[in-house]
């Protein structure tokens, strides 16, 4: 058996499972995770996470048996390490995708409520957290250079994780205001983190609250400087470029470039700074690349709907990595300093984002609670610790140990991560659950048998019959689904004496083509369609007159409790995308919005069958 003594010169025959074989595993893993998630019913992220973290434990003990602890670890440790592409890959995607929410018009349109909600966020978080962990620090023994650890987690503690924020909000397919505004946040605090960040480390390094390596104020201006503004001009330099390449190559050519460069970015930072003298943040630059690519291009959807297609084996392993990298141990080392940091960043972030919504005047589409959906933390924060415990040293050379105070950030900032990206997905579904922005036969839809009482063999044999048969017609959707299963009930709507210049303000800050109407009472009062408001907006003369009632189709609604197949025969009797759903015919209450693709996809999904 190998000893400790020979883990510094471990031999290519002790180098554990080969990087491919991992990658097979951690799909397999994934499988299962995401399968007892939903059988559980919480986020898939959190059964990827779970997954891997088992994952790591089973393959440690059975390379522990045979070569001992510390040889298993390096074992997985080598072979983990030639999977960081994949991972770097996955985070550049999900953040690529993120940026689609920072369009022009759409920050035109929620540009001054949004940077209120997002100040007073980071404001509540930074005094909630920091000054709770700099008091502790300094009245544990840390002195004044506590203080400024406490003050670094706090800002630490702004980021949210765009990796499992999405693919949790994609999983229950969450569309409406709070969903965008948590996206929206979300990729605004990776920017905001990132740099005051380092601001607050140059000013602690520059008035003596923390000691900088010898490299000193030169190196840390300079990293400050390349991290925003070389990252700003490189992700836009790169944005124009994609954008220009989208107008002239095929989508699939243009896909084999764009994975060629985020590969490219993520993993050749290290050479690219050598080379060329270029320092960037990764995911600082990949949300420029998106912003300028989502505002330049003229018709983006159709690259997005292709990454979105291609990238889902991509972010379940991506979790399951992240899962199998967890520093499970640190939880629970985290003490007092790593419970107040986790308690107050929970109330940093209700508390900020209650009084920025409240500021904004937001209460109508965005609730009090959106706070508690912005809990999920990795990537950013992750990184950040790495720049501390390489920036500050227990001594002023470059070659000595990090300071105490910087392992000791560690352990709290990674034991938190750990707590964080398995609760704040349960929490976020709950939040769009409870704003109406999740469908319901969504969470109808459960894995099981198309015929009640027979065997998975059963349907097999039949299905591989069928293979060799004639098709029959796919079968109706089941009679007991309703309209109430696929609509979406956070809607927002168009008062009936609304002007012309108020519903094409109230357009533009829409992502639907079909807007409802309401009167005074919130009684349903006609819908109006995009294609409506061509004619109009040409007409100098009319649109003086008229109103929103005016422009409204009366009769494009159906009631909650309209049956599926009925739904369709609506559909088909009308020219139109969407019907506003009431709560009964005699009852002309507004309570959802049905669009047409919702009952197309559960007529292919087949219900909750």
């Excluded at 994949?86 to 920072?102: E, N, T, W």
Aim: hydrophobic share 55%; net charge neutral.
């Amino acid at each position: 058996m190998s000893t400790a003594a020979d883990a510094p010169s471990l031999s290519a025959d002790l180098a554990g499972p080969s990087a491919g074989l991992l990658v097979g595993f951690m799909l397999l893993a994934a499988i299962l995770g995401g399968t007892v998630a939903r059988a559980v019913r919480v986020p898939k992220v959190v059964g990827y996470l779970l997954s891997g973290v088992v994952l790591r434990l089973v393959l440690a003990a059975g390379y522990a048996r045979a070569h001992g602890a510390e040889i298993a670890g390096q074992m997985l440790h080598r072979a983990f390490e030639p999977l960081m592409a994949l991972k770097i890959l996955a985070l550049g995607m999900i953040v690529f995708a993120i940026s689609q929410l920072l369009e022009v018009e759409h920050l035109r349109a929620v540009g001054r409520r949004i940077l209120r909600v997002s100040i007073a966020e980071a404001a509540g978080v930074v005094v909630c957290t920091g000054v709770v962990c700099a008091v502790i620090g300094y009245f544990t023994g840390g002195g004044i250079a506590a203080i400024g650890a406490g003050v670094l987690l706090g800002i630490v503690a702004v980021e949210t994780a765009p990796s499992a924020t999405l693919i949790t909000l994609q999983e229950y397919d969450a569309k409406g205001p709070v969903t965008d505004t948590v996206l929206t946040l979300t990729a605004i605090n990776c920017t905001v983190c990132i740099v005051l960040f380092h601001v607050a480390y140059l000013l602690l390094a520059s008035t003596g609250v923390i000691a900088p390596t010898s490299m000193g104020e030169r190196w840390v201006w300079l990293d400050l400087a390349m991290t925003t503004l070389g990252s700003a001009v490189l992700g836009s330099a790169l944005g124009f470029l994609f954008s220009v390449l989208y107008a002239k190559v095929t989508l699939p050519e243009f896909l084999l470039v764009f994975l060629a460069v985020m590969i490219g970015l993520g993993t050749g930072a290290g050479a690219l700074a050598e080379s060329l003298h270029l320092s960037f943040n990764f995911l600082l630059t990949t949300l420029f690349m998106g912003a300028v690519f989502t505002n330049v291009t003229l018709n983006s959807g159709p690259a997005f709907d292709l990454l979105k297609t291609i990238s889902a084996p991509l972010y379940a392993i991506f979790f399951v990595m992240a899962g199998f990298d967890l520093h499970i141990a640190d939880v629970g080392s985290l003490g007092l300093l790593g419970g107040a940091y986790v308690a107050m960043r929970v109330a940093g972030k209700y508390i900020g984002i209650r009084l920025g919504v409240r500021w904004a005047h937001w209460t109508d589409e965005v609730g009090p609670h959106v706070g508690l959906g912005m809990l999920c933390q990795a990537g950013v924060a992750i990184g950040l610790t790495d720049f501390l415990l390489n920036a500050w040293r227990s001594e002023a050379a470059a070659d000595a140990g990090p300071h105490p105070l910087a392992l000791q950030f560690k352990s709290v900032v990674l034991g938190a991560v750990v707590l964080y990206e398995l609760v704040g997905p349960i929490i976020l579904k709950r939040i769009v659950m409870r704003s109406g922005e999740v469908k319901a036969i969504t969470l109808l839809r459960r894995p099981g048998p198309a015929v009640e009482g027979e065997s998975v063999l059963r349907q097999t044999w039949g299905a591989f019959v069928r293979a060799f048969k004639q098709r029959a017609p796919a079968a109706p959707m089941p009679g007991d689904l309703q309209v109430r299963h696929i609509m979406r009930s956070n809607v927002k709507f168009l008062k009936a004496g609304a002007n012309f210049d108020d519903v094409l303000h109230f357009v533009e800050a829409s992502k639907h083509n079909h807007f409802p109407v309401v009167d005074d009472h919130g009684a349903f009062a006609g819908m109006i369609h995009f294609g409506d408001l061509r004619e109009m907006m040409y007409d100098p003369y009319m649109r003086d007159l008229v109103t929103a009632v005016d422009l409204a189709a009366p009769d494009d609604m159906v009631p909650a409790d309209l049956p599926l197949a009925e739904l369709m025969a609506e559909f088909n009797r009308r020219d139109v995308g969407a019907l506003v759903v009431v709560q009964s015919r005699e009852d002309r209450r507004v309570v959802g919005l049905v669009e047409q693709r919702d009952l197309l996809r559960a007529l292919r999904h087949g219900g909750a069958h």
